[in-house]
């Protein structure tokens, strides 16, 4: 009598187990043994395979060989029914107990199906609504910068009214971070570039006899865009990701969440600093990064072109005017705050995780190319206009 029992209760509590068959054109799932939580680990990844797999077919779930059920075995029976599909009346569930139904009835309406795009048949369509969508996006996007830039200019005139609120230890360190120790590499690209347009010119004119015209190029080139531009796509990409990772990792740390509990404002212990930072290096920057980019193209004109370096600097003294060099500094410091609040804005957005840590540096980067881009445009408009 005890071996028949136990022999009986063995077999109530057999593990969850399932077939897949064919009748009619109508896949058949026959559902066996215990199908509670605990039983259901080595089935879950098999129906959602097999979900995939009878995706656009009726199915039939026979639930007669099915001893216990709990929520969880419900659900799982539930999703593999759904599949990411809404099925036709022939499809359904058959041979299940009235509890069992019961409780499939219950966790239905609690399982968010995932609904099967239509797929669009004109692709143009599709490339326009794309198109709307990243416009929109960007629209946003652009309105909560210029928001943040509100933020970050009241800070600022808060702090210029209470100069004690400065905080003056970050703000140095920041200047030699982001500008000191970027001054290596972007005084060996802006040589190198010097030292390319120089030959690139002397190419050209040389074919009009007009060689000595290459100190004009090089110079109003190099003082006019190349320095100043170069050195800030150099700091969006090396300074400004620094900024949007520095911040983000403090983001996802909730040390940003602990500022505010302790009454202080972001704003003017993380972007303020930052920001000041680039604004005040930037200038100097872009000054070093000029003066190697005429090096680089003087060397080339020297050793190319037969220009000795006194016949390049006398040259360069009679035609070029001191306008070409003010022309470049001044759009150095509104080149450096926009790649500042950028690169802070975008790090204050993190969401808590390291994917969104690394969108937010990607669009760090590329919205500060973008905005220094803009600028330039504008403000190459704007020397026109004034015949600067």
Request: charge should be negative; aromatic fraction near 8%.
């Amino acid at each position: 009598m005890v071996r028949t029992l136990k022999k009986e209760l063995i077999m109530t509590d057999s593990a969850a187990t399932f077939d897949i068959g064919m009748q009619d054109g109508v896949l058949n799932l026959i559902a066996r043994g215990d199908w509670r939580a605990r039983e259901l680990g080595g089935l879950d990844e098999r129906l959602r395979d097999f979900a995939d797999d009878s995706l656009g077919r009726e199915l039939v779930i026979d639930m007669s060989g099915v001893d216990r059920l709990d929520t969880a075995g419900a659900m799982v029976l539930q999703r593999t029914f759904l599949s990411c599909q809404t099925r036709t009346e022939i499809s359904r569930f058959i041979g299940a107990k009235d509890a069992h139904t019961a409780l499939l009835e219950q966790v239905r309406d609690h399982l968010a199906p995932c609904h099967v795009a239509p797929l669009q048949g004109n692709a143009v369509i599709v490339v326009l609504d794309r198109l709307g969508r990243g416009v929109v996006d960007a629209y946003y996007s652009a309105i909560e910068v210029l928001s943040f830039i509100g933020v970050t200019l009241s800070t600022a005139a808060r702090v210029a009214m209470r100069p004690a609120r400065m905080r003056w230890t970050p703000t140095f360190h920041h200047m030699e971070e982001a500008g000191l120790n970027a001054i290596p590499i972007i005084g060996l690209m802006t040589f190198l570039i010097g030292a390319v347009v120089a030959f690139m010119g002397a190419k050209i004119l040389r074919l009009f006899n007009a060689d000595i015209f290459t100190v004009e190029l090089v110079g109003i080139s190099v003082l006019r865009e190349f320095g100043v531009l170069l050195s800030a796509i150099l700091i969006a990409g090396r300074s400004g990701s620094a900024f949007t990772a520095q911040i983000g990792s403090m983001k996802i740390r909730e040390e940003i969440d602990a500022m505010r509990v302790l009454g202080l404002d972001p704003v003017e212990v993380l972007v303020l600093p930052r920001v000041i930072a680039l604004v005040v290096m930037m200038p100097v920057i872009a000054f070093i990064a000029a003066i190697l980019g005429l090096i680089g193209g003087g060397l080339v004109a020297a050793t190319a072109m037969d220009i000795s370096p006194a016949l390049f600097l006398s040259r360069f003294q009679e035609t070029i005017i001191i306008n070409h060099f003010w022309a470049g500094l001044i759009k150095a410091p509104f080149f450096a705050f926009v790649i500042g609040v950028i690169g802070c804005y975008q790090g204050m957005e993190v969401e808590g995780s390291a994917e969104s840590l690394g969108q937010r540096t990607t669009l760090s980067v590329v919205q500060g190319l973008f905005a220094v881009i803009l600028l330039d445009a504008f403000f190459a408009m704007f020397y026109l206009e004034i015949d600067f």
